[in-house]
């Protein structure tokens, strides 16, 4: 196997929050959108947009932090 078939992507990291979730993600943290911006082009209020995003960034730090500490009990 190649590298590429044993190192994950941070698109499957993206993967785990919801459709809308990484959609807020990509137009705030990639395109620079505003929360607004964000807001109105996935059709939700701009504190919906700004609440999504936090959780979601909550859940993976939470689900990569787990990840990179090995050896700790499940």
């Known amino acids: 196997a190649g590298l ?12 785990r929050v919801s459709p ?3 959609a ?3 137009l705030t ?9 964000a807001a ?8 919906a947009a700004r609440q999504m995003a936090s959780r979601a960034l ?3 730090r939470a689900d990569l932090g787990a990840e990179l500490r090995p ?3 499940s």
């Open 58 to 60: 909550r859940a993976l």
């Open 40 to 47: 109105e082009i996935v059709g939700c209020s701009e504190q």
């Open 71 to 73: 050896g700790e009990a």
């Open 24 to 26: 807020i993600l990509f």
């Open 20 to 22: 809308q979730s990484r």
């Open 4 to 15: 590429v078939d044993i190192y994950p992507s941070d698109l499957d990291d993206l993967m």
């Open 29 to 37: 943290v990639i395109e620079l959108q505003t929360y607004r911006e």
